[in-house]
């Protein structure tokens, strides 16, 4: 089984057509998704934004295996990204990743000195270093670097991503309306799809009631689909 993390985005945002409202960023908040596997069920995710203070916040995702080989390997996934607001962006300072199954671990680490401006990878395939580009985000900040986006009104999004070995820019815009039944209710929800590249990438967001996705598909990676069962501010 191979369980990767979402994509992550972040950097300028360029306008759709028509006036933009400025964005709210969130303040904490927990978020519940059912987890599967090619229409299989494969887990639950919990996602949690947290105010540390001095104007750092953490965003964290857990996958628990609970289905198919998942749940048979007992599966854990963790991703902790830690970062500070720059304007309506989640500017990147750290980010961890963790996969434990019965079978192998995988772990991937990632720094920010934003003094000289240095992007430092850590991970089972070696180590890598980088420029870092002001307001970059890594993958596990996605949902709500572009969640952020849609609030304020943005209809594309390009975006500066860190990936393991440089900084890629990746571009989404809103596709369409559709409606959404998830287990936390239906939606008409705006679907945003990545144009760039075929990664087989598309949430659907209610920008007016959440910051995150209340349904995110992904091929790349095990064609991954999330859908939101729980959305509660602290």
């Known amino acids: 089984m191979t369980i990767r993390p979402l994509l992550a985005i972040a950097l300028s945002f360029s306008l759709g057509a028509g006036t933009v409202a400025a964005a709210t960023t969130p303040g904490d908040f927990t978020a519940t998704y059912q987890v599967s ?8 995710a919990t996602i949690s934004l947290h105010d540390d203070g001095g104007g750092q916040w953490t965003y964290r995702k857990a996958i628990k295996g609970t289905g198919g080989l998942a749940g048979l390997l007992g599966a854990r996934m963790d991703e902790t990204s830690r970062f500070r607001w720059k304007g309506e ?8 990743y963790a996969l434990q199954t019965g079978v192998k671990n995988r772990q991937r680490h990632l720094r920010v000195d934003w003094n000289t401006r240095q992007v430092h990878v850590e991970g089972d395939k070696g180590s890598e270093t980088y ?9 596990n900040t996605l949902p709500l670097a572009l969640g952020v986006a849609l609030q304020g009104g943005q209809q594309q999004v390009a975006l500066a991503v860190a990936v393991r070995q440089r900084v890629e820019t990746q571009q989404f815009r809103i596709v369409g309306k559709e409606t959404i039944q998830v287990p936390a209710g239906s939606f008409q929800a705006e679907r945003v799809d990545r144009t760039d590249a075929d990664r087989g990438f598309s949430a659907w967001y209610a920008p007016q009631r959440y910051p995150l996705p209340v349904k995110l598909s992904q091929r790349d990676g095990g064609d991954i689909t999330m859908v939101l069962v729980s959305y509660s501010e602290r």
């Open 37 to 44: 596997r090619g229409g299989s069920p494969m887990g639950t």
């Open 131 to 139: 420029p870092a580009t002001p307001g970059i985000v890594e993958r």
């Open 89 to 96: 962006l989640p500017e990147a300072i750290s980010y961890d």
